[in-house]
């Protein structure tokens, strides 16, 4: 009957207590290398939760107002919208494109900045407000002049269009709540007035030149009255 090999177990059984060795030593050495750095590990643990609890106690609350706006591209004629029907999405997207840099233009944040600053003055709540106000380190809040206000609301006001809609998200962020739902409001408000305003020139215009056409048909049609009756009179 065969016996099993006792230089094979005695091999193994080296080979497990060499490991467990190793483990000890490992061990032993993490706990010095704790043991010989304990002030800096403490300072830097203390530090941190100081650090997080100034940060928690002052950190300002930011809120977030978001206003929507469907854009629609203005219908050309029967002619015009039925040359190249398949490319009315990429027309549609750059039209819609073309409105977000309008609303991103200065001429609608001065706007916004003007409406703010008329806003506060009218209620006079300071609590309601805060990017008007120059925060300096007496602690006085001065009022902003229109173009730095305008300057601010470029960075705290996101302006995209939704993935595959006709959709526009206006998002203004402020620690003071009002202020951040005013601003939403007033950017999808003006912008809403300007292209009114602008699709009534658009209207005024075209209204006068489909007169000013009509003027020159006349005319047209007169002169040519005038020559067939001259003609006519040469023939008798």
Same mark, same amino acid.
Do not use: W
């Given at each position: 009957?065969n016996?099993p090999?006792?230089n094979g177990?005695?091999k ?7 490991d467990?060795?190793?483990t000890?030593?490992? &061990?032993r050495?993490?706990i010095?290398?704790i043991?010989?750095?304990i002030l800096?590990?403490? #300072? ?12 928690v106690l ?6 977030k107002s978001?206003s929507t706006?469907?854009? %629609?591209?203005?219908?050309g004629? &029967?002619?015009?919208?039925s ?7 990429f027309?549609? @997207? +750059?039209?819609? *494109?073309?409105e ?8 609608i944040r001065e706007?916004?900045?003007?409406n703010l600053? @008329?806003?506060?003055k009218?209620?006079q709540?300071?609590?309601k407000f805060?990017y008007?106000?120059?925060h300096? *380190?007496?602690?006085e809040s001065? #009022?902003? *002049? &229109?173009?730095?206000?305008?300057d601010?609301l470029s ?6 269009? !939704?993935?595959?809609l006709?959709? &526009?998200?206006?998002?203004a962020? *402020?620690?003071?709540?009002y202020e951040?739902m005013?601003?939403? %409001?007033l950017?999808s ?10 699709? +009534?020139?658009?209207?005024? %215009?075209?209204?006068g030149?489909l007169?000013?056409? !009509? +003027?020159? %048909? #006349? ?9 067939f009756?001259f ?6």
């Open positions: 009957m016996k090999s006792l177990v005695n193994q059984s080296q080979n497990g207590i060499h467990i060795v190793d000890k030593d490992s &061990v050495t993490y010095n290398m043991r010989s750095n800096p590990i403490v #300072l830097i643990t203390i530090s941190s939760v100081i650090i997080t609890i100034i940060y002052y950190a300002k609350d930011i809120y978001t706006i469907k854009i %629609n591209r203005p219908q004629s &029967v002619l015009s919208s040359l190249i029907p398949e490319f009315q999405d027309i549609t @997207d +750059r039209y819609i *494109s073309n977000i840099e309008v609303l991103k233009s200065y001429k706007s916004v900045a003007i600053l @008329d806003s506060f009218a209620t709540n300071y609590e805060y008007i106000f120059d300096n *380190s007496n602690g001065n #009022l902003m *002049s &229109v173009a730095a206000i305008a601010i960075a705290i006001v996101k302006i995209d269009q !939704k993935r595959g006709d959709v &526009v998200d206006i998002v962020e *402020s620690p003071a709540k951040a005013l601003i939403a %409001n950017y408000k003006l912008y809403q007035t300007f292209s009114l305003d602008l699709s +009534r020139e658009e209207l005024t %215009n075209l209204t030149y007169k000013e056409e !009509k +003027r020159k %048909n #006349l005319m047209n049609c007169q002169v040519s009255k005038m020559i009756r003609i006519s009179k040469t023939e008798d």
